[in-house]
């Protein structure tokens, strides 16, 4: 079946750059999103992008996708420590999502 | 406020026990799904439904049951027959189904024992 893959563990100084990287394999998804989630709360849509786009920038975040390689990934520039949580990766043809990032900001 | 809730947001049960999870919205949504969570894996789509009183398998259908007979409601029951039900469950909802953002609650973390 199609899938959604990431890693697992992220860990990043605080004023750093985060980058979370996510590969998917259903080449007709319309949609790609980035989610977050804060310890034991639901997911909040940080961002999506159209298959279409190849990059997409919305203050802090820049989202870039590789369509010929079904790769996404999302770009936190100076990382806080409130950035800490996990980051989840999501295609709309089938609602998958890939297993989360946990993105921890070291002071 | 509008929005999407879960009641409760934890709940323990004895194995063998039917438990049903509430899910409501009113935001108008049309679609609405369940999600089951499990630690170190990503989320995985239960049931989904598009409209009233439809409502589609995901991936993990097996052991639930859902009903969708109003619009702002889609309970989600996790049956006896459900081998591993300890888990958080999340529901969402979106405008339509393959609408670009799906709007989810808090969540519920069920214990079974």
């Known amino acids: 079946g199609e899938d959604v893959e990431q890693s697992l563990f992220l860990s990043v100084r605080e004023g750093d750059s985060s980058v979370i990287n996510c590969t998917y394999t259903d080449s007709s998804s319309t949609y790609l999103y980035w989610y977050k989630q804060e310890p034991g709360a639901g997911l909040q849509l940080l961002t999506y992008i159209f298959s279409n786009m190849d990059m997409k920038q919305d203050q802090r975040l820049t989202v870039l996708l590789n369509k010929k390689d079904k790769h996404l990934s999302l770009r936190i520039a100076d990382t806080q420590t409130g950035d800490s949580a996990i980051y989840f990766c999501?295609?709309?043809?089938?609602?998958?999502f890939g297993a989360g990032t946990r993105l921890t900001v070291k002071p | 406020d509008g929005g999407i809730t879960q009641s409760p947001k934890y709940l323990f049960r004895k194995e063998g026990q039917n438990v049903t999870l509430s899910c409501e919205q009113n935001?108008?949504?049309?679609?609405m799904y369940w999600y089951r969570q499990d630690p170190g894996q990503g989320l995985r789509l239960i049931y989904y439904s598009q409209i009233v009183n439809d409502f589609q398998k995901g991936d993990i259908a097996e052991g639930y049951s859902v009903s969708r007979e109003k619009k702002e409601s889609f309970p989600l029951t996790v049956t006896s027959a459900q081998k591993n039900p300890t888990a958080f469950y999340l529901c969402?909802?979106?405008?339509?189904?393959?609408?670009?953002?799906?709007?989810f609650g808090p969540g519920t973390r069920l214990t079974v024992t």
């Open positions: 935001l108008n949504h049309d679609a």
């Open positions: 999501a295609e709309n043809n089938d609602m998958r």
């Open positions: 969402a909802s979106s405008i339509k189904q393959d609408s670009y953002e799906q709007y």
